[in-house]
């Protein structure tokens, strides 16, 4: 299961998608975040699934790898349906059981919110794919960079949130390797209730954490050894520039969200 966590990490590429501007990426991703939240009925959520699925044949991403990357939030889109379905009013009843009542406005809001979540990690998915933690970094320092008037540290912020991306897939690895260490040992880490497997984590999460904790050390004495100095004056080896694709691609969302509103005001 470990295995199949996409986000975080890049797939290499000379896609369009790929060649794009990052800070285009970053803020076209939030864009379609954005429209996605704004759907409130399922053709509208087909033509989200159909926009992202020309994307991801556009950035040469097999498509089936990033639905690989849903396979460990199946127990959480469970929940978010479960919840939804239970705590939702509505007022037409489908079904009556005692103290359980499911109602259609129920029903739809627990399929609505569980495929926004799919959305957004898919969405951030391909974000992580086609860029890369150098690029995502330069990306947030320039568009938090008008902040830093006010005293906000951009670049250390920017420089944390890419570290963490950047540490996703080899934290992955690590757990990958400690927890066939731990099943070559005896571990079981499959059966028993919800209670059990949780307390079966403890012998992969101690070492996890202490690798993680000696990993950070180790990065943080190389970067003062090499008298990193992030923030003014800071060159990088290849400047940001927005090009043709850049433009392309928002001309692509904005007629995404003018179809988005043209079929919410048809069918709303």
């Given at each position: 299961m470990l295995g199949d966590i996409t986000l975080g990490q890049y797939y290499p590429g000379n896609s369009p998608v790929h060649r794009m501007d990052p800070r285009s990426k970053l803020l076209l991703t939030i864009a379609y975040i954005v429209g996605v939240f704004l759907i409130s009925n399922l053709p509208g959520y087909l033509l989200a699934l159909g926009f992202l699925w020309i994307v991801v044949r556009v950035s040469g991403i097999r498509f089936s790898y990033l639905l690989r990357g849903l396979k460990p939030l199946r127990f959480i889109l469970l929940f978010t349906f479960i919840l939804n379905v239970l705590f939702s009013q509505g007022t037409t009843t489908l079904l009556s059981i005692a103290f359980f009542r499911l109602t259609r406005e129920g029903l739809e809001n627990a399929v609505y919110f569980s495929l926004r979540l799919v959305f957004l990690v898919m969405g951030t998915s391909v974000l992580t794919l086609t860029t890369s933690p150098v690029q995502l970094t330069d990306a947030l320092?320039?568009?938090?960079?008008?902040?830093?008037?006010?005293?906000?540290?951009?670049?250390?912020?920017?420089?944390?949130?890419?570290?963490?991306?950047?540490?996703?897939?080899?934290?992955?690895?690590?757990?990958?390797?400690?927890?066939?260490?731990?099943?070559?040992?005896?571990?079981?880490?499959?059966?028993?209730?919800?209670?059990?497997?949780?307390?079966?984590?403890?012998?992969?999460?101690?070492?996890?954490?202490?690798?993680s904790f000696r990993r950070a050390n180790d990065l943080a004495m190389a970067m003062e050894a090499r008298c990193y100095r992030g923030g003014e004056h800071r060159t990088r080896l290849r400047e940001l520039r927005y090009t043709r694709l850049d433009l392309y691609a928002l001309l692509c969302m904005v007629a995404f969200f003018v179809l988005i509103i043209a079929e919410g005001m048809l069918l709303g």
């Open positions: 320092e320039h568009l938090m960079h008008p902040l830093a008037c006010f005293g906000f540290p951009a670049h250390e912020l920017a420089m944390m949130m890419t570290i963490a991306l950047r540490f996703i897939p080899t934290l992955l690895e690590e757990a990958d390797k400690i927890q066939k260490a731990q099943m070559a040992r005896g571990a079981d880490f499959e059966s028993g209730n919800l209670l059990a497997r949780a307390r079966a984590m403890i012998p992969l999460l101690v070492p996890l954490f202490v690798s």
